[in-house]
């Protein structure tokens, strides 16, 4: 099989070092490119092991290697212009990946994408690329992932899991005052802090809804979501003579970072044991998680959406740096709303990325306010 190239944007951080691990499980694919953002000692040491020969710095960090460097605001384009990689990983976190999904789909035979934000505030402008330059989407989400495999034509519903979050069986008015150390203790998986905070608030399962909107073009009346404690079945597809497909897996996110990598095939992995698995769903309790139902409201606005976005990450900061409470994040996201609703919708990309400023200063202002009243 001939040797297939690959650029990981984002490749210090959790999806993109986990992907290395799966790189060190598999042949056939050839890590020629990553990008990253301030850590540069995990950069290096990628440097030196996989031996890349191309590194675009998206910060203003000094880097030296044995690597070709490139640098600056376009660092990015320029070196996949260059290189134009059989498959691009696309690991880079928050509101920023929306930028690098496009730039991967411009230069990119296949785009495996592991950022939420891109299909949530441009989902428009993403499926406008893929239609210009018919590139293979895949997602590495494990819900997403799980979905893909099994979604038919037609379905009745999809069901997305959620573990709950750290605060899942505490009382809706102790979970106001929970501590950062409460919350990112995950109960299932480990991941990144803020993906750990949204899912305690589950605004990450709402991320995820918009998400499954956009990339199987299903309608939000066809789309669930289900507690599911256990984190072994990671997605649900309802067919209309009764039949339910769902996939079942360990949580462990090499299963579909190997997926979307090796896609139709599948890598050698640990295997699951039928005889440890329990199932269990349960309804999404509005009064423990009411970020979640602000979905109603921005579902159909792509400038909502951006907002909600832009709104969570500064919520989110102001949490993990003790400026704010627990409780303090939906009600900075509901505020922010509030004052964007009416802005027009976004027609290019640069209006997308105004909107997103304007939001987050909006949910600065706010989180001010609320830290004020609060102290």
Known sequence: MEERTLVILGATGSIGTQTLDVLRKIDGIRLVGISFHTNVDSARKIVREFRV???????????????????????????????????TMVAVSGFSGLKAVLVALEHSRRVCLANKESLVCGGFLVKEKLKEKRVELIPVDSEHSA????????????????????????????MESATPGDVLKHPVWNMGTRITVDSATMVNKAFEVLEAMEFFDLPFEKIDVKIHREGLVHGVVILPDGNVKMVV?????????SYSLLYPKRATLESFSLETMKISFEPIDP?????????????????????????????????????????????????????LDGYPEPRN?????????????????????LSSISS
């Not at 376009?74 to 990689?85: F, G």
């Not at 379905?155 to 008015?173: C, H, M």
């Not at 704010?324 to 994040?329: A, D, E, M, R, T």
Request: charged letters at 30%; glycine letters at 4%.
């Open 249 to 257: 897996s360990l949580p462990d996110m090499r299963i579909p970072i």
């Open 53 to 87: 020969k191309n590194v675009a710095v998206t910060s203003d960090v000094s880097f030296e290697c044995d690597a070709k460097v490139w640098k600056g605001p376009h660092a990015l384009e320029e070196m996949m212009e260059v290189l134009k990689p059989d498959i």
């Open 147 to 174: 979905i893909f495999q099994v979604i038919e034509p037609d379905v009745q519903k999809i069901v997305l899991t959620a573990s709950g979050g750290a605060l899942r069986d505490w009382d809706p008015e102790r």
């Open 287 to 339: 009064k423990r998680y009411p970020a979640f139902f602000l979905l109603n409201r921005i579902k159909d606005s792509y400038t909502l959406r951006t907002a909600f976005n832009a709104a969570d990450e500064v919520a989110v900061d102001a949490f993990l740096k003790g400026r704010i409470k627990f409780g303090g994040i939906h009600r900075i996201i509901e505020k922010t709303l509030e004052k």
């Open 349 to 369: 990309l640069e209006e997308v990325e105004q909107i997103h400023a304007e939001a987050q200063k909006t949910a600065e202002r706010v989180t001010e306010w």
